[in-house]
């Protein structure tokens, strides 16, 4: 009967998956069948432990994070747990050997939502390194099942991935950080006079990234290219959109890609990546 509970704490991690994110949904579904349920896993813990910090108001976050913190790291240690997410997470954790190189300095960044609200240029490297680069990097563990040569080559690309796409949301959900939390994660930027000059240079460094990004995504493994491609064409076109939007829209509304350009998005993906043809 424990695969039955496996099976089932596996189901739970791919339906938070589910609703949470379309993109990455998506993303997910075109990976090869072996690595669904690892990243579904993966993407549930990072999902829950986010949900503590962003959306728990009423309760105490710091004594959830640290319970979660310590639920975690007790599940991998014993190889079970009564918590769904952590039970799945902890399987990922032990057969792809991911460290807690990776998984403190994650939740490490989710307990400085705690506590900051404006991050300067040190504070904003470490959040964006442990938020975003880490979870990328724990993907890229099950991408390379266990091929450690792979994953050192594959590991600087996968970082200025993560990068991208947390810089993008971070533009992307300006308006609510500040509004709902008081958070404005870009040093030197003041949400009240936010403006083009400021955008330009944020969206040049995620250019930069994304160029960086580009050049691992076409040497990664087969079963995990198209997925991860689809992710980057998903985040360039939502980037294009916000980079077309003045400051002022950006502080102002949530800009979006919507679930119709999302479907065709993935067709053209896959027929670029049939036919060797992945440009942005």
């Excluded at 994110?21 to 432990?49: D, H, N, Q, W």
């Excluded at 799945?88 to 506590?115: A, C, K, N």
């Excluded at 500040?178 to 958070?183: H, I, N, Q």
């Amino acid at each position: 009967m424990m695969k039955l509970y496996d099976k089932t704490c596996g189901e739970c991690s791919e339906l938070i998956t589910k609703r949470y994110s379309t993109s990455f949904s998506l993303g997910i579904r075109v990976f090869s069948e072996e690595l669904r349920a690892p990243i579904y896993a993966i993407y549930g813990f990072v999902r829950f432990a986010d949900e503590i910090v962003d959306t728990f108001h009423e309760h105490d976050k710091a004594v959830l994070l640290q319970r979660f913190r310590e639920d975690t790291y007790r599940a991998i240690e014993e190889g079970i747990s009564l918590n769904p997410v952590l039970h799945t997470f902890q399987q990922v954790v032990r057969e792809y050997g991911i460290g807690r190189d990776l998984i403190d300095p994650f939740l490490d960044s989710m307990e400085m939502d705690l506590h900051f609200s404006n991050y300067k240029d040190s504070l904003y490297k470490t959040y964006i390194y442990g938020s975003a680069e880490v979870v990328g990097l724990m993907c890229l563990k099950v991408f390379c099942k266990g091929n450690e040569a792979e994953y050192e080559r594959l590991k600087p690309h996968a970082c200025s991935l993560g990068a991208a796409f947390q810089k993008i949301n971070f533009l992307r959900d300006m308006k609510s950080d500040y509004d709902e939390r008081g958070r404005v994660y870009f040093p030197g930027v003041d949400y009240m006079k936010f403006d083009n000059r400021q955008k330009a240079q944020i969206e040049a460094d995620i250019k930069a990234d994304f160029d960086h990004a580009y050049e691992g995504i076409v040497q990664l493994p087969r079963g995990a290219r198209l997925g991860v491609y689809l992710a980057y064409v998903y985040y360039t076109k939502l980037f294009t959109k916000i980079k077309n939007a003045p400051a002022a829209q950006v502080v102002e509304e949530r800009i979006r890609v919507n679930d119709g350009r999302k479907l065709y998005l993935l067709c053209s993906s896959a027929v670029r990546h049939q036919f060797n043809m992945m440009k942005a």
